[in-house]
């Protein structure tokens, strides 16, 4: 199995940065996306932030121009640097993998991670 590891949340001042890493272990060579989705309570998830293995990106409307994402090939590690922090931004941040690679094939599964806790406010 792939386990996915998620660290960097936390409180944070309006305005203010964070940044969110995600790491990607076991059975898996590379992925094919590796990003962040989002979900505050009463919502629904959204995209935050995904990269793809030819190294484009989507982001979430609500974040361009503040967050970017970045992607360690090697360790099958993705950063998401948060910055200009705003309340709105508040939510679980959950690691996904789009599509794993193993040493033979590709299989297109959804990987989730346990989520990580992003509170702005003052």
């Known amino acids: 199995q792939v386990q996915l590891v998620e660290s960097g949340g936390g409180l944070v001042q309006p305005g203010g940065s964070l940044r969110l890493s995600c790491a990607a272990s076991g059975n898996i060579v590379r992925s094919n996306g590796m990003g962040w989705y989002r979900q505050a309570p009463g919502t629904q998830r959204e995209l935050v932030a995904m990269i793809w293995r030819g190294g484009s990106t989507n982001y979430g409307d609500s974040v361009k121009g503040r967050f970017v994402i970045s992607r360690d090939n090697a360790e099958n590690t993705v950063v998401l640097q948060m910055n200009s922090l705003k309340p709105e931004d508040t939510a679980v941040y959950l690691c996904?993998?789009?599509?794993?690679?193993?040493?033979?094939?590709?299989?297109?599964?959804?990987?989730w991670g346990q989520g990580t806790e992003v509170t702005v406010s003052s």
């Open positions: 996904n993998v789009n599509g794993v690679w193993t040493s033979d094939t590709f299989l297109p599964t959804q990987v």
